[in-house]
């Protein structure tokens, strides 16, 4: 089980857009739609911003959208805002062996 | 609404046990796949083990296999995770969250410390 690849930082100024690679093997992430993403505060537990590669729960801003191009997804950020500054995970079902897989996390700066 | 709520972390020597507890209300326990997840400090979010609705389906990650077991008591709504042979590595917050590969709701979380 192999860590999904994430860049450990990211940055932009208020109301800029930012996006975060998400790249693993056609094994996870190549492989399967279902890939989500993660929003975790400081102290707090994540929350989910996306799921199945480009939904959107109940709640979350219409500034988060996720994409998929063969091994890589990306989560991007529109209109940064103070709030947005966090961690941000990846994961994804890697049905091989049913095993879940999370990103090392990027820890978003908003300037 | 959705509550997950987390108990029995402790600190506890290499080598040792514990049991941790989840206790989830305002869904249907029973038709909802649930999962241990955890996070040493200062570190990223690895996936523990996720089981069933009706815990016949149950897989772990290679980093726990053969020392954890995961369970659950649909008539009590809550979750647990066996942790025996503990090492200083299994130090880390743990989330109990609903879901099998993608995860909607997450308890608050629990600290478990492995003293070598």
């Known amino acids: 089980q192999s860590a999904l690849t994430q860049p450990p930082s990211a940055s932009g100024s208020p109301g800029q857009s930012v996006t975060i690679s998400c790249t693993g093997t056609s094994s996870d992430v190549g492989g399967y739609n279902y890939v989500s993403w993660y929003q975790q505060h400081p102290g707090k537990a994540p929350k989910r911003m996306i799921y199945e590669v480009s939904k959107r729960p109940s709640g979350v801003p219409d500034r988060f959208s996720g994409s998929k191009s063969g091994n890589t997804a990306s989560l991007t950020v529109s209109g940064l805002q103070a709030e947005d500054e966090a961690d941000y995970y990846c994961n994804s079902y890697a049905g091989s062996n049913n095993y879940v897989v999370f990103g090392g996390g990027t820890k978003l700066t908003v300037l | 609404q959705v509550q997950l709520v987390e108990s029995g972390g402790d600190l506890v020597k290499a080598g040792g046990s514990l049991r941790l507890s989840c206790a989830a209300s305002?869904?249907?326990?029973?038709?909802?796949?649930m999962s241990w997840i955890r996070q040493a400090p200062g570190k990223g979010l690895e996936w523990v083990s996720y089981i069933s609705g009706s815990g016949s389906t149950i897989y772990y990650a290679d980093s726990v296999k053969g020392r954890f077991t995961i369970s659950r008591d649909n008539a009590k709504n809550s979750l647990y995770l066996q942790m025996n042979s503990l090492r200083a590595e299994d130090t880390a917050v743990y989330y109990c969250?609903?879901?099998?590969?993608?995860?909607?709701?997450w308890g608050q979380g629990i600290l478990v410390t492995v003293s070598s």
């Open positions: 305002g869904f249907t326990f029973s038709d909802s796949y």
């Open positions: 969250a609903r879901g099998k590969s993608s995860f909607d709701y």
